[in-house]
């Protein structure tokens, strides 16, 4: 079992930064696979980025060059920088980890780009 919990999340202007975290604990050895999705109101939950256990990493077409997601399996955590903020980018963004069996979902964090 794995658990997980992200931090970070707040209110910041446009063209803005903010750096998420998530923290994860339990059977941390078994993941394999990290990632962060997003949900706005109304809208599905939709992949953001992911990064494997060896460093390999995606992002979705909007964020690229704006959003750099990293983990640091001794500590067990993930961040995703997020850069050049927009409105668009607003959303409760949530920590996913996956390992050899099953994912896993934090609880989410509220990030809020607005004038």
């Known amino acids: 079992q794995v658990q997980l919990v992200e931090s970070g999340g707040a209110l910041v202007q446009p063209g803005g930064s903010l750096r998420l975290s998530c923290a994860a604990s339990?059977?941390?050895?078994?993941?394999?696979?990290m990632a962060w999705y997003r949900q706005a109101p109304g809208d599905e939950r939709e992949w953001v980025a992911h990064?494997?256990?060896?460093?390999?990493?995606n992002y979705i077409g909007s964020v690229k060059g704006r959003f750099t997601i990293s983990r640091d399996n001794a500590k067990n955590t993930m961040s995703l920088q997020m850069n050049s903020l927009k409105p668009e980018d607003t959303a409760a963004y949530y920590c996913?980890?996956?390992?050899?069996?099953?994912?896993?979902w934090g609880q989410g964090t509220q990030v809020t780009v607005a004038s």
């Open positions: 339990g059977s941390t050895r078994s993941i394999q696979t």
């Open positions: 996913f980890a996956a390992d050899y069996t099953r994912g896993y």
């Open positions: 990064i494997t256990s060896a460093g390999s990493t």
